[in-house]
């Protein structure tokens, strides 16, 4: 990608209406980021510690917490470091990055949880052929489509974004470099683009979404003919985790690229619940409810806190 821009660096102003707040603001932001991480490394520690768990469905668990150290990684530091009275300015390369990484991220785990669904749906509706199906060279293809098909979306949707010229000004209304508010800096006619790329950041997550509700629309027709009451309410806990943190995924995609009229304040805080808090809330929706994750998770923290054996 030629950078043909006069700008050479950003400034970031940060989430809109915020002024004078930046103390509370970068202590809040600091814990959440610091549990995202803590959450997510003891969820890899768990499943790696317990041969139990080395099966597809934690397989593609593991892989969302690798995404969900990484994606607020994108932009949390750069926020904590400006919020805490430093520098806002970001070079154009670190702005370029900011981008490439969020969207590469951001599509994968929406790829990772089409995924995640097609793997509950043979393992509810197909048990006795699971094994078979869901092997491990499928599961390995899956997991890097997943990553493969995330990193062309966000090499797509960047060479759009900065293939056009910057000259000035050089303030971006945000905390982070996005779409949205990268376009509006551009020195060029961006109306073209923005509806091509409003098509294909909204076209991916649909798809997915789509595909999503496929799965779980057969997955809820086979719950239902289960016999045991058991049975029935433990693939419904097992879905139920997995829908929740899919509405918590995609429902910020929505409500900030799809929405007609962007609202800056919103889109901010929106952004901060997608980058930071669902990716802290992932382990606990995945572990709160699953026994077998319990267990090794207690066991893990027995080793590395020295906690007491439970009577």
Known sequence: MMN???????????????????????VLFLVFYFFTLVGNLLILLAIASSTRLHTPMYFFLCKLSVCDIFFPSVS???MLFYLSGSSRAISYAGCVSQLFFYHFLGCTECFLYTVMAYDRFVAICYPLRYIIIMRHRLCAILAIGTSF??????TFLTTLTFQLPYCGPN????????IPVMLKLACADTSALEIVGFISVGLMPLSCFLLILTSYSCIVCSILQIQSTEGRRSAFSTC????TAILLSF???????????????????????????????NP??????????????????????FLPEKS
């Open 240 to 243: 139920s985790a997995h829908l």
């Open 149 to 154: 098909f995330g990193c062309i979306q966000a």
């Open 171 to 178: 303030e971006v209304d945000y905390y982070f470099c996005d």
């Open 284 to 305: 606990l929706i995945y572990s709160l409810r699953n026994k077998e994750v319990k267990y090794s998770l207690r066991k893990v923290l027995q080793q590395v806190a």
């Open 4 to 26: 043909t821009s006069v700008v050479t660096e950003f400034i970031l102003l940060g989430i809109p209406h915020t002024e004078n707040l930046e103390a509370i603001l970068f």
């Open 251 to 281: 429902m910020p995609v929505v409500l900030i690229y799809l929405q007609p009229t962007p609202k800056p304040w919103l889109n901010a805080t929106v952004q901060v619940l997608n980058n930071l808090v669902t990716p802290m809330l």
């Open 76 to 78: 949390s530091p750069k």
